[in-house]
């Protein structure tokens, strides 16, 4: 079925090592978006991608990158895992235009650091 | 800062009952999202409103862009409906979201 797809749906991890969550969407949408989901917080936005070779900062990027070499994926990397990234991580996207176009949200992972 | 206010955090219901969750927000905005979580689930869009009332199925949503306010309500809810759900509005003139807290809702059988 298209759509958006995470993976891995769970990871563990120890600190200090990369992980890199991967995101794949089938519908061409130009925007991609990683947020991050802990109690107390909410949703938080890590990155944001506009179009290929287009991203920028979202409200709590240290410790992460992304890249989005290709439309349909927008990979997250956490380059040095730390316990406080212990989380549910997010993949979301949208088509271009209207701030009020629906985001598409995958499964999500759920990533702990040990 | 917190643009979007969801309440109440938590809710209980007993099956059959009618239940309202709130949402406001302080920047202007040209649509609203009402998302749902269900339990280790994922992220679902269920409504997206920029004026009046929406209705799917047992979910109604209202906006009044004046006060800045939307609810949702869950009509002779039931055990499944069972979930978090979260309110977000676009940030001005942008295609980021800013996100609710969330509000957790329990029906009991």
């Known amino acids: 079925d298209a759509g958006i797809t995470q993976s891995p749906r769970y990871k563990i991890t120890e600190t200090g090592r990369q992980v890199t969550l991967m995101c794949h969407q089938t519908w061409s949408h130009s925007y991609m978006f990683w947020y991050r989901q802990d109690l107390g917080h909410g949703l938080r936005l890590i990155y944001y991608s506009a179009a290929a070779d287009i991203t920028d900062k979202g409200e709590v990027p240290d410790g992460y990158v992304v890249s989005r070499s290709k439309t349909e994926n927008f990979p997250l990397t956490l380059e040095s895992a730390t316990r406080s990234q212990t989380s549910v991580y997010f993949c979301?996207?949208?088509?271009?235009?209207?701030?009020?176009?629906?985001?598409?949200f995958g499964a999500g992972t759920r990533l702990s650091v040990l | 800062k917190n643009e979007v206010e969801q309440s109440p955090q938590n809710l209980t219901a007993q099956e059959g009952e009618f239940i309202t969750i709130n949402c406001s927000y302080s920047v202007g905005i040209s649509a609203l999202h009402w998302l749902q979580q269900h339990p280790g689930g994922g992220i679902v869009s269920l409504f997206m409103?920029?004026?009046g009332k929406k209705k799917h199925g047992r979910l109604i949503a209202t906006i009044n862009i004046q006060e800045k306010h939307s609810s949702l309500h869950i009509t002779a809810s039931h055990p499944r409906d069972s979930a978090v759900y979260i309110c977000?509005?676009?940030?001005?003139?942008?295609?980021?979201?800013?996100f609710g807290a969330g509000t957790t809702v329990t029906v009991r059988a």
């Open positions: 979301a996207s949208r088509k271009q235009g209207l701030a009020k176009n629906i985001q598409y």
């Open positions: 409103l920029s004026s």
């Open positions: 977000a509005v676009p940030l001005s003139n942008d295609y980021k979201l800013s």
